[in-house]
């Protein structure tokens, strides 16, 4: 009989038995690992609890889950005090750094870092109690929109398309927002 094997015993036949071999692996499983275990050994892991390289903090972080306080500031800008200082200014920062950068900095315009240390300064002078650091934001910008000279598309509004396009087209405007840590250009 071909197909038979007597191994076995007389009429044994392994054709059909792999079929049924097949089946049973199908639903068992094939060489499933074994369930992971703590290092320390005292035990297995819970499930959706294996950890990867960090797991330093807790749920909820800095805030807490849905907490309001405590939150970490995103930007040089994003504090009470900063906040304080830019609402209460005169006119809008962006127009301050710009006024700087016409005619206070113009001395400056050759050398691109001098430029905007000088714009930082200026801002910090004419807008009380605006940190060293948010000021820093607004040099950085007029200093990054110096090349594609930005400082001429925006000398009548700093809210033109004009001027945004300017901005933008340079990528200083991402840069502006990531530094301060609030949303938007600061035209509204």
């Not at 191994?7 to 097949?22: E, Q, R």
């Not at 900063?82 to 809008?92: C, H, P, R, T, V």
Request: glycine share 18%.
């Amino acid at each position: 009989m071909a197909g038979s094997l007597t191994i076995f015993g007389p009429g044994f036949n392994l054709i059909p038995m792999k079929w049924v071999l097949l089946f049973a692996l199908g639903l068992l499983g094939c060489g499933d690992d074994p369930p992971p275990t703590l290092s320390s050994g005292s035990g297995r892991v819970p499930s959706g609890s294996i950890g990867g390289t960090g797991a330093t903090g807790g749920a909820g972080g800095g805030g807490g889950a849905g907490g309001a306080g405590g939150a970490v500031p995103r930007g040089a800008c994003d504090n009470r005090s900063d906040l304080g200082a830019i609402e209460s200014a005169s006119e809008s920062v962006r127009d301050i750094a710009r006024d700087c950068g016409l005619f206070v900095c113009a001395a400056s315009v050759g050398s691109a870092n001098a430029y905007g240390v000088c714009v930082e300064d200026c801002v910090s002078d004419r807008v009380a109690a605006l940190s060293t650091d948010c000021a820093g934001c607004y040099g950085n910008l007029e200093r990054c929109g110096l090349p594609a000279l930005c400082r001429f598309q925006c000398q009548a509004n700093t809210c033109s398309a004009l001027c945004l396009n300017c901005l933008n087209g340079a990528n200083c405007l991402t840069e502006f927002e990531q530094c301060r840590g609030l949303p938007g250009n600061s035209c509204g």
